[in-house]
Structures are given as structure tokens and as C-alpha cells.
């Protein structure tokens, strides 16, 4: 995970926050990608126009139900006090509690919230889960504080939100830059608001928890799993053996390094990967358990032994079946795109491609697993978490795998259906599904007054 609870503070992350990072060549920053909230809403409104949704319906979905800012002090190791600037945006909450990770990251940015949280209604919408979308974050680079400093943070933030966020109202989970130890911060610092008598009704606060402090068994695999019953589904569908396929993955963080470890069991040899700090490959083939014990030591998967260094650039153009994106958002533009060499993206980080980047990828007959449904397997274990903690139950791990697995493969076969019926790409199909369940909500339900 990026914040690795050991990382000790790191100057250039420190001076790369504050100076809200220009980029650097390698790695590129948001600024300069374009604004996420447009793309997404450009993605929206081509779903809108080929399903035909309600007038109203659309300017309702069109913006989030709120938009929060906090700025809050927090107390670091020297003593002082820094401010840190946090956000919530809950776009939807119709269908159930506002439901997203949280994020820490030194470009976090209301614009990426609000496109993020929109993701999640659409994600929850399509699989049918009786939750709505939110994200929301802090904006700050976790490897430049230390574990004490997290935990400050953490609680801080938590206490901050106070009763915008809740249990039946809206429930964190983890993203980018935060982790099972996040969330039992979290957990705890709002267990300890609401009172004695309450507080064990609110472990459901968050998902994404560690299984000591009320996780769910599978959650921490979640993403990484359903994104490979996606790459696997797809590939029967195309007649297309996994055993001894190459693929490449970019971001070894939570979401990568398990689809990576899925893909390896199965068969599939993981030849090129990259994270914050470097990109590497090895067309023999990477280990991805014994990169991760890397990961785990150094923070990156950079200066990994059994791989060579490779520049950005050479990372987008290795040959391989199956890339992967599982860092940051808006990382395949138009030059990826045609750099690209392989049969299929599977998109599991959250908006990866420029939408002109997928249209050429189409065109050069490169499938696309869109995002919302292809790293959709987190927030389904975390809607199981959220039952088991309401219920007080405790399943098994092969009771949570299986239960995914169902439900992964039949949204992926009502995709295949409605995207064939309509002839639509597949990430309008995934929209054009999630719309109508909401259309017809809203539709019953009225507004009220
Ligand atoms: P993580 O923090 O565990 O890992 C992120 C990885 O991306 C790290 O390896 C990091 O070094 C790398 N990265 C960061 N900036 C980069 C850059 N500029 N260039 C290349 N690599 C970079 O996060 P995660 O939970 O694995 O999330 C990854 C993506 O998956 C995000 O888009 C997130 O929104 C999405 N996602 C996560 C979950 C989940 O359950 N964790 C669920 C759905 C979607």
C-alpha cells in the first residue's frame, strides 16, 4: 500500500506537496491532464444520449448533493501545527448511504472528488447494491508523514466530518494512499463520538477495515479478484487461454499487486509494472509475491532486482496480452493509446483513459473493461463487510469469493447482454444499465416536496 505505516517523512514529497507538484516528466501531473470532472461528465452524457434518459433525472445526476471542504489542523512530529485541506462529495445517495474510498494524495482536488463520487453511484447502481456514491480524501502526500503523524491526521479528519459521514449515511472506504489502517482509525476515532452505548452498532462506519477490527475475510483482495474474474470472463468469451498469456500492469499498490498475484496463480506472466517512482520489465517474466515483499520493504517497486529499469515511454509500448492500469486516473492519453500493444485494457484504477484514448483504442480493435465494472469487486465485498457488521456475522472467506465471483460474472453477462442489444462500447452499456435503474427510482419515487 502507498502508506506503507513505516515510511519515514520524505523531503521531496514534503516540497512536492507544497508546491502542489508541476510534474516532472515521468510522472505527470493532474494539472496538466485536464479536468476529471469534465471528462467524466462527457462519458455521462454520451450514455445519456444513446439511452435516452429523463430530462430531470439527468440535470439531477448531472452535479453531487454536497460538497465538502474542511481545512483542519493537525500537530506533526516537530511539534507544529500544519493545515491540511480535506474533502467529501457525496453525488448520490437514492439507492442507498453514500458509499466511496477515501484518498490521500498531495493533488487531491474537488473536481476529482466530484468525478470520482459520481463512479460510485454508477458502479453501485450497475451491480444492484442498495448504496449510493461519494468520495473524498485529504489532500497530502502519505509518504511524507510519519505513522503517528497518519493516525493525527486520520482521527482529525474523521472527527471533522462528524455527522456527514454515518453508518446508514454515508461509509468510507479505502483508495489511493489509504489502507486497512486508515479505516480502523477511522472506525475507531467515530465509535469513540457517538457514545458507549452506541459504539458497537457503528462498526459499519467504514469498510475496507482490517479482519481483527471487524473487516470482512476477501475484502483486501476484493478489487484485484474482480477485476480478474472480468479479465478471465472476457477472455472465455474470446476463446482466449490465460495459461502463459503476458500482461502488464501499471500501480502495485492494493488493486495491481493482487491482480497481478491472481493472474500468475492462473497462469498469465506478469513482464512489466511501474509505480510512483519507476517503471520496470522482464519479458522472462516478474514475480509478483517476490516484488511485493519488495514493495514491502522499499516503498516502490523500483530498483526491484529481477527487472531492468525502464523509462514511462517503453512501459506503454512492451509487448503484452493484457495491460493493466492500477495507479491514477487520466494515465492513457493519446500517445499510450497507440503505443499500447495488447488484445485488452482491463481498467482497474478509476478513469485511466482520455476518452479520444479509448476511441482509438476501439478502433485498433483493443477491447476496454471499463472501469466501473472492472474494479468494481471492492466496494461489492465492502457492501459484504457492511452486512456482516450490521448483522454481527462473521463469513468465510470462500463464502465471500464465491458470493463475488456470482455476482462479478452476472453483472459482466448483463453487460455483454445490453451492450450487444444496443450495440454500444461496453462503458456505455455499464452507464446505460446504472441510468435506467436510477431513472426508474426516480420515477416511482418522485421528488420530494
Ligand atoms: P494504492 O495506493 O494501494 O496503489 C496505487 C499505486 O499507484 C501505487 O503503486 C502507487 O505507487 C502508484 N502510483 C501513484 N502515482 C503514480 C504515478 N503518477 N504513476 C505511476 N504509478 C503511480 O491504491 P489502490 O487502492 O491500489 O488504487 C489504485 C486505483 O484503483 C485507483 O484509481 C483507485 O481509485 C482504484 N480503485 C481502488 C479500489 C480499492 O479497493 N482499493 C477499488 C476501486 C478502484
Known sequence: MANDAD??????????ESEEAEGDGESRSLKSRGNLFEIATS????????????????SILAQPKNELIINFPVRLDDGKYHMFKGYRVQHNNLLGPFKGGMRYHQEANLDEMKALAAWMTYKTALHDIPFGGAKGGVKADPHAYSRGELERITRRFTHALGNNIGPEWDIPAPDVGTNEQTMVWMMDTYMNIVGQSEKNSVRRIVTGKSVTSAGSYGRREATGMGLVH??????????????????????FGNVGSYAAKLLTKMGAVLVGTGDYRGYISNPEGINPHKLQEHVARSGSVADYRGAKAISREEFFSLEGDIFIPAALELEIGEPEAKAL???????????PTYPAAEKILLDRGIDVIPDVLANSGGVVVSYYEWL??????????????????RRMRRTFANVRQYAAA???????ACYGLALERLEQSYMERGIFP
Open 230 to 251: 472480468c479479465i478471465s470472463e472476457w477472455a472465455h468469451e474470446r476463446n482466449f487461454p490465460l495459461d502463459g498469456v503476458q500482461f502488464i500492469v501499471q500501480g
Open 7 to 16: 515510511v519515514k517523512r520524505n523531503p521531496k514529497a514534503v516540497k512536492q
Open 422 to 428: 444496443r450495440r454500444l462500447d461496453w462503458r456505455t
Open 341 to 351: 500493444r495488447c488484445k485488452v485494457v482491463a481498467e482497474g484504477a478509476n478513469g
Open 388 to 405: 456482516q457488521n450490521k448483522r454481527s456475522e462473521r463469513w468465510d472467506q470462500s463464502d465471500v469469493h464465491q458470493r463475488l465471483d
Open 43 to 58: 462519458q455521462f452524457e454520451r450514455a445519456l444520449d444513446a439511452v435516452g434518459i429523463d430530462k430531470e433525472v439527468r
